[in-house]
């Protein structure tokens, strides 16, 4: 369990991060920035389960939450770290689960005949902002995995979110009836 006696320490002043397997990086570094983007997804989840999601998507939100947390330690302590514990990795069973609920979800979906533009309501709106940022996060997690190792798990768990993240957004749509489709080329004779 962690625990946060005092949330400033002042060691990243100097413009450097301490990982998990107490390396520093600069707070730029790409590693950082991918578990900085995956923080950013976990607020803006939060921001949507504000907006009063039904019961059982609420709690898929948080348990995704969790997950995301998971991911934050996972990304922040290298694949190749040499340490006396067995650091907190993404687990497939952290992906199969995700994908359960994917399915769950998008069963009593219509198929789409068009691209969804975000919005119809307040709810659906923020989650596909958290769809974005998902997305973000992984381009950031696929390029960290192109210099260091990069759990599988992880990357097909982030992957796999943004997936997530746009079904919830149609369910929020009233099951997708608030939808609004994207019309191609609509606009330019306006």
Known sequence: MVTLNKIYTRTGDDGSTGLGNGERRKKFDTRVASYGTVDETNAVIGCARTMGPDSRLDAMLGRIQND????????????????????LRIVANQVDR????????????????SFVLPGGSALSAQLHLARTVSRRAERIMVELAQDEPVGEAALRYINRLSDFLFVAARVANRGGADDILWVPGQSRGV
């Open 98 to 113: 995700l994908e359960r609920e994917i399915d769950e979800l998008n069963a009593a979906l219509n198929p789409l005949k």
């Open 68 to 87: 995301l947390f998971d991911l934050g330690a996972d990304l922040a302590t290298p694949e190749n770290a040499n340490l006396p514990y067995e650091p």
